[in-house]
């Protein structure tokens, strides 16, 4: 049976609803950086055939990711990989006729081949590439490597061109450096390590 999903209010059942689908990077860009100021977050559960790069900078509310549901507040940092279903839901005063709230996030969305299949398989992009695997499952990540991840994004939105896409790089980077991150999907770990697992076991 397939639901056709709008927008979460507290007290759906929105883990068994189909997400959403969206696509956000023109053919024209590698990729696409967003200084997001609005009232409330996106209340739709939804998915996308791309990586996101996303920092909750001011707000508080509910995020759901796959099976895992947590309470957000800024300076949280989370790198999903495509197709994984999510929602950042503001508290219900964000959505009050009258509140002066106000929400704000940067968000990254990077296409699933980043920054090429050919280069992926490169010694140089090793460290990149492991990251983008584990992201599968959704990260969550913290520490000193965070805190300055943050700032990069911050001046990765005053960045255009060839500048830009230097910065993310150094981003991605210093993150695939990080081991200071949780996996935000249980479930969906257990069966990410398992296929490592059983491709370990082929390969020996």
């Given at each position: 049976m397939s639901w056709n999903y709008s927008t979460f209010h507290p007290g759906e059942k929105i883990l068994m609803k189909t997400a959403v689908h969206k696509s956000t990077i023109p053919d024209?860009?590698?990729?696409?950086?967003?200084?997001?100021?609005?009232?409330?977050?996106?209340?739709?559960?939804?998915?996308?055939?791309?990586?996101?790069?996303?920092?909750?900078?001011?707000?508080?509310?509910?995020?759901?990711?796959?099976?895992?549901?947590?309470?957000?507040?800024?300076?949280?940092?989370?790198?999903?990989?495509?197709?994984?279903?999510?929602?950042?839901?503001?508290?219900?005063?964000?959505?009050?006729?009258?509140?002066?709230?106000k929400t704000r996030g940067i968000v990254v969305y990077l296409p699933e081949q980043f920054p090429g299949e050919q280069l992926l398989q490169k010694q140089e992009m090793v460290t990149i590439k492991k990251l983008f695997q584990k992201s599968m499952v959704g990260l969550d990540f913290y520490g000193e490597k965070k805190l300055q991840a943050i700032s990069m994004l911050e001046e990765l939105t005053k960045l255009n061109g060839l500048d830009g896409l230097i910065q993310l790089l150094k981003i991605l980077q210093l993150l695939a450096e990080s081991k200071q991150y949780h996996y935000l999907s249980y479930f969906l770990q257990r069966s990410f390590q398992a296929r490592r697992n059983r491709s370990y076991q082929y390969c020996v």
């Open positions: 024209s860009h590698i990729f696409v950086i967003r200084d997001l100021k609005e009232k409330h977050f996106d209340p739709t559960w939804h998915s996308h055939s791309e990586f996101q790069l996303f920092v909750v900078l001011e707000g508080h509310g509910t995020r759901f990711f796959g099976d895992s549901i947590k309470r957000f507040r800024p300076g949280e940092l989370i790198l999903t990989g495509p197709h994984l279903p999510h929602l950042w839901r503001s508290d219900e005063q964000y959505f009050e006729k009258n509140s002066q709230l």
